[in-house]
Structure formats: structure tokens, C-alpha cells
């Protein structure tokens, strides 16, 4: 079992930044690859990032390359997701999401979630 909980939302104005971070429980997390999807009102949860357990391989969302960079750190059982250069279409509701083995964009595919936080960016 992974109980995962967000935090670091908030907001920023168009052009910030913000990192928000995942503080996972259980002693296997070191070995789950973990997620990053958002979901705004009205639409479906869309993916933005994923990490493999070791960090070695990393696949983002087109629309976030070049803006956000998703890190782990296993020894503080925490995975990061840095977001610059907001725009107000990043606007939602941010989640993290664990699984053991998956490793991909399918939100159906992880096993675990937290409850979000919420992102918004001004014009």
C-alpha cells in the first residue's frame, strides 16, 4: 500500500513558477514509478509526467517538455514536479499517482492517488 499526499499549489501569476511535491508512505515506494496528471473543471484527467523507479527514464506530456521536469528522491520517499513558465491553460487540479510496474500515460494504469492540489495561473 502507497497513501500518497500533494502539496506546493497555489497561485502564480502567467511566467512563474511553482514545484510541487509528493510525499509518499510505505517502505516500497523507492520501487514504484510514479506520475504526475491534472485535471481542470469540466475536462478529463490528462497526463503530464512519469518517472521510473530509479529515475532513469522519464516521458512527459508534449504540451509540458521544456516547461516541467518531474525528479524523484528516493531517500525522502518524495517525487517533484518543477512547472515553468505557467500559462493559465495549466490551471487544475494536480495529482500524483503511484504504481508498482506501470510505467506511461494512462491514468487507468496507476493503482494509487492522492487527493491533488490545486494549481492556478492569472494572465
Known amino acids: 500500500q502507497v497513501q500518497l499526499v500533494e502539496s506546493g499549489g497555489g497561485l502564480v501569476q502567467a511566467g512563474g513558477s511553482l514545484r510541487l511535491s509528493c510525499a509518499a508512505s510505505?517502505?516500497?515506494?523507492?520501487?514504484?514509478?510514479m506520475g504526475w496528471f491534472r485535471q481542470a473543471p469540466g475536462k478529463e484527467r490528462e497526463f503530464v509526467a512519469t518517472i521510473t523507479w530509479s529515475a532513469r527514464r522519464t516521458y512527459y506530456a508534449d504540451s509540458m517538455k521544456g516547461r516541467f521536469t518531474i525528479s524523484r528522491d528516493n531517500a525522502k520517499n518524495t517525487v517533484y514536479l518543477q512547472m515553468n513558465s505557467l500559462k493559465p491553460e495549466d490551471t487544475a487540479v494536480y495529482y500524483c499517482a503511484a504504481d508498482p510496474a506501470y510505467f506511461g500515460s494512462n491514468p487507468q494504469e496507476f493503482d494509487y492517488w492522492g487527493q491533488g492540489t490545486q494549481v492556478t495561473v492569472s494572465a
Open positions: 510505505g517502505r516500497t515506494f523507492s520501487s514504484y514509478c
